[in-house]
């Protein structure tokens, strides 16, 4: 069974920084693009950002945007979240997922879900 793999959370302060990992199989690879998601206890699952296998056109919810930094290499299969300036808000446990879509934010046009890295932020 193949299927996307985050790795690279944690426990931080605020303030501090992460860089998230993923690994993806390559059943993903007829996907345009991959994206991150993340989802705190008791609260939906909410976009984070995505990016083209290329490594172009990468989007970012409001809330990231200029914090949070992806990436994609297709020659190693990973995409990455670089994450700076960490708050409390980011806790939660971080997915990755692929997708078709162009310059989608909804988790329902995503897919391949991988299993999640924990992300916690103190203040």
């Known amino acids: 069974q193949a299927q996307l793999v985050e790795s690279g959370g944690g426990v931080v302060q605020a303030g501090d920084s992460l860089r998230l990992s993923c690994s993806a199989p390559a059943r993903t690879f007829s996907a345009y693009n991959m994206g991150w998601f993340r989802q705190a206890p008791g609260k939906e699952r909410e976009f984070v950002a995505a990016i083209a296998w290329s490594g172009n056109y990468p989007y970012y919810a409001d809330a990231v945007k200029g914090r949070f930094t992806i990436s994609a290499d297709s020659a190693k299969n990973t995409v990455e979240l670089q994450m700076t300036s960490l708050k409390s808000d980011d806790t939660g446990i971080y997915y990755c997922?692929?997708?078709?879509?162009?310059?989608?934010?909804?988790?329902?046009?995503?897919?391949?879900w991988g299993q999640g890295t924990q992300v916690t932020v103190s203040s």
């Open positions: 997922a692929a997708t078709r879509a162009v310059y989608s934010r909804h988790r329902w046009d995503f897919s391949s």
